[in-house]
């Protein structure tokens, strides 16, 4: 065995210097650190509004009359599961590991129950209020439901959809987004904030 190098791993100071060197497009490291808190903070805000749609969403759901055909909730079913072995295989985790780390079949099989029909539900709600508010779908809206299928590529998104044939699953991804906004416009959203920690009691001198 012939040692040829031995490597020491520094960890560089983020300064001036090293910005000037490795990322140019920054001023200086104050404007790194402030670019990088800057994409923190619209991330977190892109979540927070999606929660905040989802949750719009869900309570509108429960205002939901009416009758889900079977044949609909074994193909949104069949769907959702598809879905998931396409997720797992890229992760590598077989589905029976899957199943059992949530609590066993009969568990696994409530759950996605449960999130069929609240996908159903939501979905169909959001298709009358589209409705009842006479919404009417612009270019900008389908952009904007191809931006959150490919945000990378959002052209990309909507060729592929129109050209497999599913252009119609495309309009109606945007129809429900556009009614999901317009349904958090107008909502009134509570937000709690966290209670204020207690303070530990002192213990007892002996």
Same mark, same amino acid.
Request: aromatic letters at 6%; a negative charge.
């Given at each position: 065995?012939?040692?040829?190098?031995?490597?020491?791993?520094?960890?560089?100071?983020?300064?001036?210097?090293?910005?000037?060197?490795?990322?140019?497009?920054?001023?200086?490291?104050?404007?790194?650190?402030?670019?990088?808190?800057?994409?923190?903070?619209?991330?977190?805000?892109?979540?927070?509004?999606?929660?905040?749609?989802?949750? !719009?969403?869900? @309570?509108?759901?429960?205002?939901?009359? &009416?009758?889900?055909?079977? *044949?609909?909730? /074994?193909? #949104?079913?069949?769907?959702?599961?598809?879905?998931?072995?396409?997720?797992?295989?890229?992760?590598?985790?077989?589905?029976?590991?899957?199943?059992?780390?949530?609590?066993?079949?009969?568990?696994?099989?409530?759950?996605?129950?449960?999130?069929?029909?609240?996908?159903?539900?939501?979905?169909?709600?959001?298709?009358?209020?589209?409705?009842?508010?006479?919404?009417?779908?612009?270019?900008?809206?389908?952009?904007?439901?191809?931006?959150?299928?490919?945000?990378?590529?959002?052209?990309? !998104?909507?060729? @592929?959809?129109?050209?497999?044939?599913? &252009?119609?699953?495309?309009? *109606?991804?945007? /129809?429900? #987004?556009?009614?999901?906004?317009?349904?958090?416009?107008?909502?009134?959203?509570?937000?709690?904030?966290?209670?204020?920690?207690?303070?530990?009691?002192?213990?007892?001198?002996?």
């Amino acid at each position: 065995m012939t040692i040829k190098e031995i490597q020491k791993k520094i960890v560089p100071e983020i300064d001036d210097a090293w910005v000037e060197k490795n990322m140019p497009m920054y001023r200086n490291a104050a404007a790194l650190r402030g670019g990088i808190a800057d994409r923190i903070h619209a991330d977190y805000m892109a979540q927070y509004e999606g929660f905040k749609m989802q949750m !719009a969403a869900a @309570e509108l759901g429960k205002r939901f009359q &009416g009758r889900i055909a079977d *044949e609909v909730y /074994e193909s #949104m079913r069949s769907t959702l599961m598809s879905n998931l072995r396409g997720q797992l295989q890229q992760q590598g985790i077989p589905l029976d590991q899957f199943v059992e780390s949530q609590g066993g079949e009969q568990q696994f099989g409530m759950m996605t129950m449960m999130q069929t029909r609240e996908m159903l539900v939501q979905g169909y709600a959001l298709d009358a209020l589209f409705r009842h508010e006479k919404m009417t779908l612009t270019d900008e809206d389908i952009e904007a439901a191809c931006r959150q299928m490919n945000p990378q590529n959002p052209k990309a !998104a909507r060729r @592929e959809m129109e050209e497999s044939g599913r &252009g119609f699953a495309l309009r *109606e991804a945007a /129809e429900r #987004m556009k009614a999901n906004r317009w349904l958090l416009e107008h909502a009134i959203v509570n937000v709690e904030q966290p209670a204020a920690a207690q303070p530990a009691p002192a213990a007892d001198a002996e």
